[in-house]
């Protein structure tokens, strides 16, 4: 599956984040799946759309979708020397499919800067360079053995070279990889890099207790927002200390603490949003009267694939899906009504299944 992994430098707040992510997935015991890697958090993706669903169905069950965040502890200057964890932290990188990093925003006279002072793009441009440096390593390395088997006309080369030559070109500039502009078949030529900077990336700007209620006019996260903007990323703002409390409550308490500190929803569940989003995921729902469930998929996932998320003899004997958007089935106040209007389509293997979609699989066994 799927995962997002949480990088920074040391102490901007990532164990305090990831501690609020694995204590908050503790609390939502529905994923057999759970990993036992200490390193591994599960989530429950937030979705006002499953509360609704079960509203008009009364199942006897609701169940969330979920997905993963990995911890990648121990990145400092140098790391693609290998300094510090160096290579094992980059190879950790090299696993995960999008990167969210947590920015320290707060000033804490008692928590040391690794750097001396807090300067939110001084980190920011720490690490983006060690991730840079591990990828023009890569990319090097590639185009000698590339160019050579290139001068001797080699098909798949004179394909490759190019494509290589105009990703140095951008991380000689300190440009990311993802800032390239390469068509799918030209990413498809390169995937077996496993370029770091090629991920998505999303930028966690952590500040403190006292300003998190008004943190657009934190200077800090301003100027990671600016950043950010300039990559066409984005920037979710947290405190993670706040995170870690809220984590330990029910939804009910959730509810009264956010309104007290003046937030409207938590950091936490916008950033899960977020990076479910980055991973290029969206979900698709089942309203049987058992069950309302939530499932993940990838954007793009034909009908058979999606019900495959469910069971692989779903996928195997798909034959097709009755199909109704979200939006219809709560217009139309119930699964017979929706029928009733027309809203209730029969797609087959072709269809490409939409966020949102109110799916029933029938299938061969
Ligand atoms: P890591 O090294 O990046 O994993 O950082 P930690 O999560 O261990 O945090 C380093 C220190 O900063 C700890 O003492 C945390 O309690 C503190 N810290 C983390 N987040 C916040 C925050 O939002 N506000 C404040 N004041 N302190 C924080």
Redesign the pocket.
Known sequence: SLTAGIV????????????AITKAGALAANYPFATIDPNVGVVEVPDARLDKLTELVEPKKTVPTAFEFTDI?GIVKGASKGEGLGNKFLSHIREVDAICQ?VRC?E?E??THVSGSVNPIDDIEVINLELILADMESVEKRLQRVGKMAKQKDKEALIEEPILVKLKDALEKEKPARSVDLSEDELKVIKGLHLLTIKPMLYVA????DEVADAANNPYVQQVREFADAEGAQVIT?????EEEISELDDEEKAMFLEELGIEESGLDQLIRASYDLLGLATYFTAGVQEVRAWTFRKGMKAPQCAGVIHSDFERGFIRAETVAYEDLVEAGSMAAAKEAGKVRLEGKEYIVQDGDVMLFRFNV
């Open positions: 920074g430098l040391p102490n901007v707040g990532k164990s305090t984040l990831f501690n502890a947590v707060f804490d008692n928590i952590n500040v403190s207790e947290i405190c993670a200390k706040i």
